[in-house]
C-alpha cells in the first residue's frame, strides 16, 4: 500500500519560476515530513522538515507548506535555478527514537531550464 | 565526519553468483536502514535496524537476500543467488533521533 502519494512525476520550470511539489499521506499517525533531493549518482540527502505543529516552515529558498486536516503537503521552490534540477522525494514518519521508518514518496524530477 | 559509507560503488556479476553489499553508518547513530532505488518502484525500504538489532525486514524480497549488522559500524546486505531483476541502486541509510536520515552514495548493482 502506497502510503505517500507524490506529484507531479516531473516538472519543468523556467528559471526564476516557482517549482511546486505535492504529497499526500494516509497515516494520520505520520508527525514526521521530510524533503529529500537526489542528484544523479548520489544518494538522497536531506533538504528540509517539517512537524505537523506548524502549516508552515522557510529555509532559504525552500518552504514546506503543511495542511493537517487535508493530510497534504508541499514543497514550493522559489527562483527555481538550473542547480535545482534533480529528483525530489517527500517523506514520511513517525517521530520516536525507535528508529524513524520513513515512507518515500515516488518521486518529482525537477528540470530548470536556463 | 565521513558520511555513510557504502562499498563497493558498483558491482557487476553474473546471475547466481553471491553479492555482498557493505555499510558504515555515521558514528554514534543508532538506526540503519537498507533501500533499494529503481526507476519502476522507486525507492523501497528492504530492512531497518536500531540499536544493531533488525526491526522490521517485511521489505526483504525473498530469502535470497539477507541482511546482518554485527556491531553499531557495520553491516551488510547479502544476496545470494543473485538475479537479473536484482539490479538496481542499494543505499544504505544512517539516523540518529531527532535528526533525519543520511544517505550513502549507494552501490549500483548489475547482474548480467
Known amino acids: 500500500q502506497q502510503q505517500v502519494k507524490q506529484s507531479p512525476q516531473s516538472l519543468i520550470v523556467q528559471k526564476g519560476g516557482i517549482s511546486i511539489i505535492n504529497c499526500a499521506y494516509e497515516n494520520t499517525a505520520f508527525d514526521y515530513f521530510p524533503w529529500y533531493q537526489q542528484f544523479p549518482g548520489k544518494g538522497p540527502a536531506l533538504l528540509i522538515a517539517i512537524r505537523p505543529d506548524v502549516s508552515e516552515k522557510k529555509e532559504g529558498r525552500f518552504t514546506i507548506s503543511f495542511n493537517k486536516s487535508a493530510k497534504q503537503f508541499s514543497l514550493h521552490i522559489m527562483d527555481s535555478q538550473p542547480g535545482d534540477s534533480a529528483t525530489y522525494f517527500c517523506a514520511a514518519s513517525l517521530y520516536n527514537n525507535a528508529g524513524n521508518m520513513l515512507t518515500f514518496g515516488g518521486g518529482t524530477r525537477l528540470m530548470v531550464k536556463p | ?112
Open chain 2, 1 to 112: 565526519d565521513a558520511g555513510v559509507i557504502q562499498s563497493p560503488r558498483h558491482e557487476v556479476t553474473e546471475m547466481g553468483q553471491e553479492v555482498t553489499l557493505r555499510c558504515k553508518p555515521i558514528s554514534g547513530h543508532n538506526s540503519l536502514f537498507w533501500y533499494r532505488q529503481t526507476m519502476m518502484r522507486g525507492l523501497e525500504l528492504l530492512i531497518y535496524f536500531n540499536n544493531n538489532v533488525p526491526i522490521d525486514d517485511s521489505g526483504m524480497p525473498e530469502d535470497r537476500f539477507s541482511a546482518k549488522m554485527p556491531n553499531a559500524s557495520f553491516s551488510t546486505l547479502k544476496i545470494q543467488p543473485s538475479e537479473p531483476r536484482d539490479s538496481a541502486v542499494y543505499f544504505c541509510a544512517s539516523s540518529l533521533y531527532p535528526y533525519g536520515y543520511t544517505f550513502g552514495s549507494g552501490t549500483r548493482l548489475t547482474v548480467v
